[in-house]
């Protein structure tokens, strides 16, 4: 039986673990041929390699995100081995400054935050799109959060930069629209990844209270279900949907 994304071509980004390695895992499994862009080099080549041992094809790119040329190799890259890009989902992102009052948050860490999440989302979107546009179709599909855009963050540097991915999103969606390419921003709710579990431990801590007992009762979800949506947005039936998609 054909997978949902047979002959489609995905750049991930911060596709090494967390919703980005779950992403790639699916959308392999789904029929798409994977480019996994991030910095962590073991856990992206672990990653290639298990979607190779479960037949599917994938390659590694070791990208930062908050440089351009790296971001436009990393597209590139989809066309040097695939020869087409049809889909960007953009997973990288950090949460830095937690539990930290504003009056006393460091600019280089809300600077950082900014970098990463913002201008890593810009710059990758960037150079995909100028892809989908030869090919007049494609999915851009952006990982934002509830933080930011439907309520408070644990770090004013985070909720902002979610909140400006998700502004950067309404932004283009129309432009994209009209060359073919749709744009998704993705809310995820409390997911257990390795960002989450760290702040739910510095929150714990934050308050006094034992962090393993914090993890245990926080109720993380599996990035397996994001990886599901995002699939779902990715495909042909995801067609059908618009805008901003807020999951569990």
């Known amino acids: 039986m054909p997978g949902r994304l047979d002959g489609t071509v995905a750049v991930i980004t911060g596709g090494a ?8 895992l699916r959308f392999a499994a789904e029929g798409a041929k994977v480019i996994v862009g991030d910095l962590l080099d073991v856990e992206g080549n672990e990653t290639v390699a298990a979607i190779h041992a479960a037949g599917g094809e ?3 790119v070791k990208t930062d995100v908050t440089d351009e040329e790296q971001c436009r190799a990393l597209c590139q890259a989809a066309i040097d081995q695939y020869g087409q890009l049809d889909v960007i989902v953009t ?6 400054g937690a539990y930290t009052a504003l009056e006393d948050f460091d600019l280089d860490t809300f600077e950082r935050v900014q970098d990463i999440n913002v201008r890593g989302t810009f710059l990758a979107v960037k150079h995909a799109v100028s892809h989908m546009k030869q090919a007049g179709s494609g999915t851009v599909i952006c990982i934002s959060s509830g933080a930011g855009v439907s309520g408070g963050s644990s770090s004013v540097a985070y909720g902002t930069s979610k909140a400006g991915v998700h502004g950067f999103v309404k932004c283009i969606e129309d432009q994209l629209r009209r ?3 749709r744009a998704h921003a993705v809310c995820p709710g409390s997911v257990d990844t390795p960002l989450k579990r760290q702040n739910v431990v510095d929150g714990a801590r934050a308050a006094g209270r034992d962090p393993d007992q914090a993890l245990g009762t926080a109720g993380l979800v599996d990035p397996a ?4 949506v995002l699939t779902f947005l ?3 039936e995801g ?10």
Do not use: D, K, N, P
Request: aromatic share 8%; proline share 0%.
């Open 234 to 236: 990715a495909s042909e």
């Open 225 to 228: 279900g994001i990886a599901g």
């Open 91 to 96: 997973c990288a992102g950090v949460l830095q």
């Open 239 to 248: 067609s059908y949907v618009r805008g901003a998609v807020f999951t569990r």
């Open 17 to 24: 673990r967390g919703i980005g390695g779950a992403t790639a």
């Open 58 to 60: 994938a390659h590694f």
């Open 179 to 181: 060359a073919g390419i």
